[in-house]
C-alpha cells in the first residue's frame, strides 16, 4: 500500500513533526505542499493533507492541492493554537463535496508564535509533546485500519 502525505508547515514546523512521527508508524512518502507539481496522485493508494491551521483553517496550498485529488480516499490533520479538530472542517466539507472519501481527522496543539504570542516565546511550547506524536501515530494506525476494511468488502 502506498500512501502519500502532502504538509503545508510553514510557521514552526509543527506540523511537519506529526507528519514524519506518522511515517515512523508507517511507511509513507512525505512531500511539502510546494512540491506537489511534481507529484501524479494515481500512484497512490491513500493520500493524507496536514498542515498548519491560518486564520481559522488549512493555508491555501493545502486546499489548492486539496482540488488536485480525485478517486483516492483521503485523511487530514492539523497542528495549531487550540488544537480544535473543528478546524479541520472547511478542508474536510471542500474534499466530500468533490466527492473524495474522508477516512478520518486528526488535530493537536503546535506551538504558536502568532502576532502577540510572540512576546512571550509562543503558545504551547513544546508541542507538538511525545503524547501529541504517539496520538498521530495511533490515528495513522486506525486510517490503514479503516482503509483495509473497505477495500475487503
Ligand atoms: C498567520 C497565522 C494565523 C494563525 N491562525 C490561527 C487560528 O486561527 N487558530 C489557531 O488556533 N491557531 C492559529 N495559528 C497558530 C498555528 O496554527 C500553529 O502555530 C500551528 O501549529 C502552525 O503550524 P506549522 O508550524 O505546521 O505551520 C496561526 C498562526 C499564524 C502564523
Known amino acids: ?18 507528519a514524519e512521527a506518522m511515517a515512523e508508524a508507517v511507511p509513507m512518502t512525505v512531500v511539502r505542499a510546494e512540491e506537489t507539481p511534481q ?4 500512484d497512490y493508494d491513500l493520500i493524507g493533507l496536514g498542515g498548519g491551521i491560518y486564520y481559522g483553517k488549512h493555508g491555501a ?18 497542528t495549531s493554537g487550540t488544537g480544535a479538530e473543528k478546524y479541520n472542517e472547511p478542508l474536510v466539507s471542500a474534499l466530500k463535496k468533490n466527492g473524495i472519501d474522508v477516512l478520518g481527522s486528526f488535530a493537536c496543539k503546535g506551538l504558536d508564535k502568532f502576532f502577540i504570542f510572540k512576546l512571550a516565546g509562543g503558545i504551547n511550547k513544546g508541542h507538538p509533546d511525545e503524547r501529541d506524536l504517539e496520538n498521530g501515530k495511533r490515528f495513522i494506525l486506525d486510517i490503514i485500519e479503516k482503509y483495509n476494511k473497505k477495500e475487503e468488502k
Open 1 to 18: 500500500m502506498k500512501i502519500l502525505v502532502v504538509v503545508d508547515s510553514h510557521h514552526q514546523g509543527n506540523t511537519m513533526k506529526v
Open 39 to 42: 507529484l501524479n496522485f494515481g
Open 61 to 78: 496550498a493545502i486546499s489548492e492541492t486539496a482540488n488536485t485529488i480525485h478517486d483516492r480516499p483521503v485523511f487530514v490533520f492539523s
